[in-house]
């Protein structure tokens, strides 16, 4: 997961996923903003809502929503939750790797 530079004190270990300086944007109610690719290949950003469980970022979405269409037909989108009182502290995460969505 990329961090802002003001986290860039607290570099993460090998086994943390999320540095501890900004481990609090996961536990506050703030909205994530994901970004997809639309069908003609234009990025669409959108906020949602999401819970983190320690393990996995889970985010809201329906079947009727255009982000879950776009997020279908392209697995490959990004993902950032910024601090509202301090926007150039966020967390950021864009996959290594794209994984089929089965299941949704």
Request: proline share 13%; no cysteine.
């Amino acid at each position: 997961m990329a961090v802002s530079p003001g986290a860039a004190e607290v570099p993460p270990g090998p086994a943390q996923v999320i540095p501890a300086a900004l481990a609090d944007l996961l536990e506050r109610p703030l909205y994530a903003h994901l970004a997809t690719v639309r069908p003609d290949g234009t990025p669409q950003v959108n906020p949602t809502w999401f819970r983190f469980d320690g393990q996995y970022l889970w985010l809201t979405t329906t079947n009727r929503r255009q982000k879950n269409r776009n997020w279908q037909r392209q697995p490959a989108v990004a993902l950032s939750i910024a601090d509202p009182d301090r926007p150039s502290r966020y967390l950021e995460k864009r996959p290594s790797r794209s994984y089929p969505r089965t299941n949704w």
